[in-house]
């Protein structure tokens, strides 16, 4: 991804809340969120003892609206979390440290340095897995090296250090971390998905094409596939008595029990889609033959519904 320093973790919202961390984010604090993603993206800023602010969303690729952005900066806000939902990039610009919640989109190349961190995750149903996982991605040296240690207890040295031929096997605890390593089996998972990426990319990337010209659509990101439809839970049923698995990505979590205290206002376009989104099945191997019965299906439910 064009980083200069990544530090393996074991899922991407241990990624965003050691980011977090290692950026000096404490009690009274704020950070904007869009409200329009997975809890883990705001989970943990509350365990940080941060105050999450909600940001809305834009109407086309439902990413971070920079207007709404920027209405909610106060004195206390210390750093954003943009979401690349479905594997569109948010573009944020702010000179507010950025912490990119990328669990959807892995990027080849690209510049870093003008984030903090990057967070990615490589959970079961992502465009590579490990599984469970995740990384960070970093510029600096500095950061690069208090997140190895903070990930395994405050340690100063891990066990591979120690246990190498003429290392020694005593060690430090610099300061209270966490658990939050990944494992040498997931590592070996990765690094064969790693290999794999750019056909499971380009395969997806197929996908999202023939979807766009069978719907009349221009979605762009390979990780989701979200249409918006109104009588949506006529719509699940009818798809799952066809034999179809579809979901949602995501709640308005402004609206849920677990965040309602941190709400400020109304969100629009966020209570719009999240009334109304649906995400078709899109993967690495899904043929095109399936995508067209996808296709095909919806037709015959708008249709049938008129809507």
Same mark, same amino acid.
């Given at each position: 991804?064009?980083?200069?320093?990544?530090?393996?973790?074991?899922?991407?919202?241990?990624?965003? /809340?050691?980011?977090?961390?290692?950026?000096?984010?404490?009690?009274?604090?704020? #950070?904007?969120?869009?409200?329009?993603?997975? &809890?883990?993206?705001?989970?943990?800023?509350?365990?940080?003892?941060?105050?999450?602010?909600?940001?809305?969303?834009?109407?086309?690729?439902?990413?971070?609206? @920079?207007?709404?952005?920027?209405?909610?900066? *106060?004195?206390? $806000?210390?750093?954003?979390?943009?979401?690349?939902?479905?594997?569109?990039?948010?573009?944020?610009?702010?000179?507010?440290?950025? %912490?990119?919640?990328?669990?959807?989109? %892995?990027?080849?190349?690209?510049?870093?340095?003008? +984030? /903090?961190?990057?967070?990615?995750?490589?959970?079961?149903?992502?465009?590579? *897995?490990?599984?469970?996982?995740?990384?960070? $991605?970093?510029?600096?040296?500095? $950061?690069?090296? !208090?997140?190895?240690?903070?990930?395994?207890?405050?340690?100063?040295?891990?066990?591979?250090?120690?246990? @190498?031929?003429?290392?020694? !096997?005593?060690?430090?605890?610099?300061?209270?971390?966490?658990?939050?390593?990944?494992?040498?089996?997931? +590592?070996?998972?990765?690094?064969?998905?790693?290999?794999?990426?750019?056909?499971?990319?380009?395969?997806?990337?197929?996908?999202?094409?023939?979807?766009? =010209?069978?719907?009349?659509?221009?979605?762009?990101?390979?990780?989701?596939?979200?249409?918006?439809?109104?009588?949506?839970? @006529?719509?699940?049923?009818?798809? =799952?008595?066809?034999?179809?698995?579809?979901?949602?990505?995501?709640?308005?979590?402004?609206?849920?029990?677990?965040?309602?205290?941190?709400?400020?206002?109304?969100?629009?376009?966020?209570?719009?889609?999240? @009334?109304? #989104?649906?995400?078709? &099945?899109?993967?690495?191997?899904? $043929?095109?033959?399936?995508?067209?019965?996808?296709?095909?299906?919806?037709?015959?439910?708008?249709?049938?519904?008129?809507?």
């Amino acid at each position: 991804v064009g980083a200069k320093y990544a530090i393996a973790v074991n899922s991407c919202t241990a990624a965003m /809340f050691l980011s977090l961390k290692a950026l000096g984010i404490k009690e009274g604090d704020e #950070v904007i969120v869009p409200a329009f993603t997975f &809890p883990s993206t705001v989970s943990v800023v509350i365990h940080c003892g941060a105050v999450p602010v909600f940001a809305d969303i834009r109407a086309d690729d439902f990413t971070m609206d @920079q207007k709404s952005f920027e209405r909610v900066i *106060t004195k206390k $806000t210390k750093a954003v979390i943009p979401v690349h939902y479905g594997g569109n990039r948010a573009n944020i610009k702010t000179k507010l440290p950025i %912490i990119e919640d990328s669990a959807h989109l %892995i990027p080849k190349g690209g510049d870093n340095k003008k +984030s /903090f961190a990057r967070c990615y995750s490589f959970y079961a149903t992502k465009n590579m *897995t490990t599984g469970e996982g995740g990384m960070i $991605t970093t510029s600096s040296k500095k $950061t690069a090296e !208090w997140l190895r240690k903070a990930r395994l207890h405050g340690l100063s040295r891990d066990a591979w250090k120690r246990y @190498q031929v003429k290392s020694k !096997w005593v060690y430090e605890v610099e300061f209270p971390g966490w658990k939050f390593n990944t494992t040498d089996v997931a +590592s070996a998972l990765g690094r064969v998905q790693l290999g794999r990426l750019p056909g499971f990319e380009k395969r997806r990337r197929e996908v999202v094409s023939l979807y766009n =010209k069978l719907l009349g659509l221009k979605n762009k990101g390979t990780h989701l596939y979200p249409i918006l439809v109104e009588k949506r839970e @006529q719509f699940f049923e009818y798809m =799952k008595n066809n034999g179809i698995g579809c979901s949602f990505h995501f709640l308005a979590l402004h609206k849920e029990p677990a965040f309602k205290k941190y709400a400020r206002g109304k969100l629009p376009i966020t209570e719009r889609v999240a @009334q109304r #989104v649906v995400t078709l &099945p899109l993967d690495a191997v899904i $043929t095109d033959n399936e995508v067209k019965r996808v296709a095909r299906l919806l037709g015959e439910f708008k249709q049938k519904e008129g809507k």
